[in-house]
């Protein structure tokens, strides 16, 4: 057998490179493939929710609206507020007021709320960033979907609700933080 060729190893097919330099075309995708493709591109982006609970109504705001949530602090009661301002707090070194959205529900005074949702909105570039704290009794957590809320849906005699977010087979009402701040004016301290 010493005449005899040793067969090559066989390498994959490199397609020839063009002569002008551009890139070979790229391989035609399955039908399957392409369907993947089309559903990732025509997919909205995910956004994300904080869900709470005031009173007995859910509420949601995105979490980029969300500075943070706190425990609940010691207040400050205001004389003479309107009867949504429970009062302010130092949120290290910035004074924050606290507004109940389910005021009208009538909260029993043995049983504050347990937690405050702060947002943050920046009503101008060169204007510091304002925050509101909102009364919550109870924080669910957070939600991400790429659905777009239901505006259509959302009450009407509610301002400052956006839409409507569809979560676990539920509805929150989605908090707009500028119609918030119009909804329940307070006094800039």
Known sequence: MAGEKMPEETKPAQPAPEANGAAPPAPELTAAESEVVLESEERAPEKQYCVFRAG??????????????????????????PSFLMGIFNLRGSIVPIVDIAFTEGRRPDLPPRHVVVASMRQSPEADVMRLGIAADEVLGTYSTSDPLLVDEAPRDVPHCSGMLRYDDRLALALDVRRLTETFPVPVI
Do not use: I, K, Q
Not at 56 to 76: A, H, K
């Open 56 to 81: 007995r109504e859910r509420y949601c705001l995105g979490v980029l609206d969300v500075e943070e949530v706190v425990e609940w602090p010691g207040v400050t009661r205001m004389p003479l507020a």
